[in-house]
């Protein structure tokens, strides 16, 4: 009785109860048709209402599985994890990505760099739920991601929570969201 909402098939169910499944088969597909596995994964969140519950991300080709309750914590199998104590931008290393539906004028390209041009390195992996996972695990300091799908985001949110980031989504139109970790 619980909707799901996945890549492939959208919403399944009624999106108003209290709990949905958000689903992703295979985030970072293009990684993975590109032999480029270990940079690919499947995702599993429960959100209510007001945000992640729980968040699954299985790594598949790196025998890695992420997994976290908000409010008991974080794991990457079964060793606890925690983000990175780096506070300052100039100090980290954030990760980001262009998805297939960003906007792509010349305008909302130089405000996305505005937005991140201060941190030390950027990172491009490919997999929003990885480079969540990688915050959460203190791999990398920061992740922002706009105009990403709500399905790429959803478990790498609620495992960088659970381990006590950060983790601000806010949900536009049509699943597609602004996605910021650390």
Same mark, same amino acid.
């Given at each position: 009785?619980?909707?799901?909402?996945?890549?492939?098939?959208?919403?399944?169910?009624?999106?108003?109860?209290?709990?949905?499944?958000?689903?992703?088969?295979?985030?970072?597909?293009?990684?993975?048709?590109?032999?480029?596995?270990?940079?690919?994964?499947?995702?599993?969140?429960?959100?209510?209402?007001?945000?992640?519950?729980?968040?699954?991300?299985?790594?598949?080709?790196?025998?890695?599985?992420?997994?976290?309750?908000?409010?008991?914590?974080?794991?990457?199998? %079964?060793?606890? /994890?925690?983000?990175? =104590? @780096?506070?300052?931008?100039?100090?980290? *290393?954030? #990760?980001? !990505?262009?998805?297939?539906?960003?906007?792509?004028?010349?305008?909302?390209?130089?405000?996305?760099?505005?937005?991140?041009?201060?941190?030390?390195?950027?990172?491009?992996?490919?997999?929003?739920?990885?480079?969540?996972?990688?915050?959460?695990?203190?791999?990398?300091?920061?992740?922002? %991601?706009?105009? /990403?799908?709500?399905? =790429? @985001?959803?478990?790498?949110?609620?495992? *960088?929570? #659970?381990? !006590?980031?950060?983790?601000?989504?806010?949900?536009?139109?049509?699943?597609?969201?602004?996605?910021?970790?650390?």
């Amino acid at each position: 009785g619980v909707p799901i909402l996945s890549e492939e098939t959208g919403l399944l169910g009624n999106d108003d109860q209290g709990y949905m499944w958000i689903i992703d088969p295979l985030d970072g597909t293009a990684n993975y048709y590109k032999n480029l596995s270990d940079l690919s994964c499947v995702s599993i969140a429960l959100w209510d209402k007001t945000g992640p519950v729980l968040g699954v991300v299985n790594r598949f080709a790196a025998s890695e599985v992420y997994y976290g309750l908000v409010g008991y914590g974080s794991f990457m199998n %079964e060793e606890s /994890i925690r983000p990175s =104590d @780096v506070v300052r931008t100039n100090n980290a *290393v954030m #990760a980001t !990505g262009f998805p297939v539906l960003r906007d792509y004028s010349t305008d909302s390209l130089l405000t996305y760099i505005k937005k991140v041009q201060f941190f030390k390195k950027t990172r491009m992996l490919g997999a929003a739920a990885l480079m969540s996972t990688f915050v959460a695990s203190g791999k990398i300091d920061a992740y922002f %991601e706009d105009e /990403i799908m709500l399905w =790429d @985001v959803a478990a790498g949110a609620a495992i *960088v929570e #659970a381990a !006590g980031g950060i983790a601000e989504v806010k949900i536009l139109e049509h699943n597609k969201c602004i996605c910021r970790c650390f």
